[in-house]
Each structure stands twice: as structure tokens, then as C-alpha cells.
């Protein structure tokens, strides 16, 4: 496994564990926190289990899955990312967003980046 792709399952999990757990426990305090509100808990629990998903596949790929399983982890989260960046990238066209929104845009599309960047590399 490579340097580059080891150090973006292991950033990308503590990232994604962190900001998971805060939102499947307190998302309404948390994105009321940071200016993002009002938000829907149920979406936003969701949200929080999803995260918490993808930073256990990142674990497991960081902690040496075999070739088959990182390519699908890495390609599970490059899609998600791609996918998460289009989403809100739609959004920041429409209307004005705050600046956090726009902090979101920028990690969905630098891990896009990255994800690629290492399944390119292994092919």
C-alpha cells in the first residue's frame, strides 16, 4: 500500500469518526454551533451512521485489507465523495451558503482527488 494512500485512510477515518459520532449524538447543537441551521435530526443522525460506516471501511483498509478489498474500499469512497461534492456544489451555484458550506465543497472534492488519485495508482 502506498504512503499517500495510507495517510488518507487514516485522515480520512479520524475525520469522518469524528464528525459521524458528533452527528448521530448532537447534530442540532453542533451545526447550530458552526451556523448551519435549522437542520433535520433524523437526516442528519443518518448522516452521523453513515460517516461512522465509511470511517470503519477506512480503518479497515488502513490497518492492511487485502489488494481486492482497498480497491473497493477506495473506489466505495471516491463515488461518495464525487457524489457528496455535486450535491453541494448545486447548491453553492443557487444561493449564498455560509462559509463552512463552502469548507465541506473543498474536503468532498480534495478527498475526490485523493481517492482517485490512489486508485489511479494502483491500476
Do not use: N
Request: proline share 3%; hydrophobic share 60%.
Amino acid at each position: 500500500m502506498s504512503k499517500l494512500l495510507k495517510t488518507t485512510f487514516l485522515v480520512h477515518a479520524v475525520l469522518s469518526g469524528v464528525l459521524g459520532l458528533v452527528m448521530l449524538t448532537v447534530p442540532g447543537r453542533f451545526l447550530q454551533m458552526i451556523g448551519w441551521g435549522p437542520i433535520d435530526p433524523i437526516l442528519s443522525r443518518i448522516l452521523g451512521a453513515a460517516l461512522l460506516a465509511l470511517a470503519w471501511g477506512d480503518y479497515r483498509g488502513w490497518r492492511g485489507a487485502d489488494q481486492v478489498t482497498q480497491t473497493l474500499i477506495v473506489q466505495m469512497q471516491l463515488v461518495f465523495a464525487a457524489l457528496a461534492g455535486l450535491g453541494v456544489l448545486r447548491h453553492l451555484l443557487v444561493a449564498r451558503w455560509p462559509v463552512m458550506v463552502w469548507l465541506l465543497f473543498a474536503g468532498c472534492v480534495v478527498f475526490a482527488a485523493l481517492w482517485a488519485i490512489a486508485l489511479w495508482r494502483k491500476e
